[in-house]
């Protein structure tokens, strides 16, 4: 049972591009999150999917971010017109059920650099 | 705001004693704690969890304690090995939110031979 997949590992960008991030979650899982990780931080909440739905997008700027979640194929982040500010460590995790009370599996990340 | 911090950024420790990761959070409502570690270039891996019902909880190697009192939250890494180097970040769950986890800055934890 393969892991959390996020793609890509490793991602540049120049400014005013856009960037695409992906996230196959977990066999059976349905619920994804995206968190963002600035150096030496912990991780923020960004927003919380079910499958064709947006449960909460409380932590994701309301401009030029978004995020789906098909009811097939992968999770996608946008951030359009990417700044240098929006360089991070970017992370999604599943979980089978809504996180907290059983634990999320995170994928090895996605890291973007906007030059 | 609501936050988690811990008490030391870093921490050194010889290989073979025991670690203990300390994190103290401000809202006395959170229910549910994670400990997670994560190495360098990885994503975040779960190590243990605990309720609020609880005051500790043990797993291979590892024990986690919480005080509710002073609102304090740690980790304890039993005869620590190479392998237990990287980053270790406390979570707690929001007591409003059935899944939004508030995350600490993390304390990097080094092995020294």
């Known amino acids: ?115 | 705001g609501e936050s988690v911090g811990l008490h030391l950024p870093t921490l050194s420790v010889q290989e073979g004693d025991n670690s203990i990761i300390n994190c103290a959070y401000s809202n006395s409502a959170s229910d549910y704690f994670i400990w997670y570690k994560q190495e360098s270039g990885k994503g975040p891996q779960f190590i243990i969890d605990i309720r609020s019902n609880m005051d500790k909880r043990q797993g291979q190697r590892v024990t986690v304690l919480l005080n509710k009192t002073v609102k304090h939250l740690s980790l304890q890494i039993a005869a620590t090995q190479p392998g237990d180097s990287a980053v270790y970040f406390c979570a707690e769950k929001g007591a409003d939110s059935n899944y939004q986890l508030i995350w600490g800055a993390g304390t990097k934890l080094i092995i020294k031979p």
């Open chain 1, 1 to 115: 049972n393969a892991g959390v997949m996020q793609n890509p590992r490793h991602l540049v960008r120049r400014r005013g591009q856009e960037a695409r991030l992906r996230c196959s979650p977990m066999k059976g899982h349905s619920h994804v999150y995206w968190y963002r990780q600035l150096p030496e931080e912990g991780l923020k909440f960004m927003v919380y999917l079910q499958k064709e739905n947006i449960i909460d997008e409380s932590g994701m700027p309301k401009e030029r971010f978004s995020a789906e979640f098909p009811k097939e194929g992968p999770s996608i982040l946008r951030i359009q017109q990417v700044v240098r500010g929006d360089s991070a460590a970017y992370f999604c995790a599943s979980s089978p059920t809504s996180s907290g009370d059983t634990e999320a599996f995170f994928g090895q990340g996605t890291r973007l650099t906007v030059v």
